[in-house]
């Protein structure tokens, strides 16, 4: 497949660069949100040997590709002037509706991630799969490894979310994962978990467990 000719392909029918004004993809689908879905052909798009078909979900215009959707998506964004981190900053043409909006930050935000939690909890299957027909004990070495490779994607749920909210959102990706990783250092997870009032130059902290969550990481 020639992926630079099938992106070029899809930024034309999809209305040009001017009307595309984000784009993320996840495991199968590029997914676009455009200023005016009216302005893409979906009868020549869907004509294209690379599309295996057209789904429009709210406001989102989504290409299904298949597997090599990480490659057209690479190739959209180097024949185009949008980023990964910066695809979505631009503001304009119709005004989403709040509902559509809320469903656009969570694909956003949730899909980069997929990826990862998908495999992780393949992972933790296998190995409640092979605790459960006496092919590994809980107790072993080869347990405990599969357990922190399986574990780790969601025990550090916020840093993968940190970076994709701040690419969504415009925000510099390393900072928002330094601030997941502060919020997982074990120094302060001790201190949160120690029972005791704590304070911060005098404000109160409500005393949790950041690990595996999804809402603080957001807010913050």
């Known amino acids: 497949m020639d992926y630079n000719k099938v992106s070029k392909d899809i930024l034309q029918l999809v209305g040009g660069e001017e009307n595309v004004q984000s784009v993320i993809h996840c495991m199968t689908r590029l997914r676009f949100n455009l200023y005016d879905n009216a302005k893409a052909d979906r009868a020549k798009l869907e004509s294209l040997p690379a599309v295996m078909g057209i789904n ?42 709040v509902l559509s909006a809320i469903f656009d930050v969570i694909s956003g935000v949730f899909t980069p991630i997929l990826p990862a939690i998908a495999g992780a909890g393949m992972i933790k299957g296998i190995i409640a799969i092979a605790v459960t027909f006496g092919w590994m004990t809980s107790e072993s070495q080869v347990h405990t490894i599969l357990s922190a490779i399986g574990d780790g994607a969601f025990y550090f749920l916020p840093i ?5 909210a701040a690419r969504k959102f415009g925000s510099n990706p390393y900072v928002a994962a330094a601030i997941g990783a502060a919020i997982l250092h074990p120094d302060l997870t001790a201190l949160l978990g120690s029972g005791k009032s704590i304070s911060f130059v005098g404000l109160p902290i409500t005393a949790a467990t950041y690990s595996s969550t999804v809402i603080p990481i957001l807010l913050a």
């Not at 989504?62 to 990964?84: C, E, F, H, R, T």
């Not at 993968?160 to 994709?164: D, E, F, I, K, Q």
């Open 56 to 97: 429009i979900s709210g406001q989102q215009f989504q290409i299904i590709i298949g597997n090599d959707v990480p490659k057209v998506y690479k190739a959209i964004i180097a024949n185009s002037g949008l980023s990964d981190e910066k695809a979505g900053l631009q503001q304009g043409g119709k005004k989403k509706n």
């Open 160 to 164: 993968l979310l940190a970076v994709s």
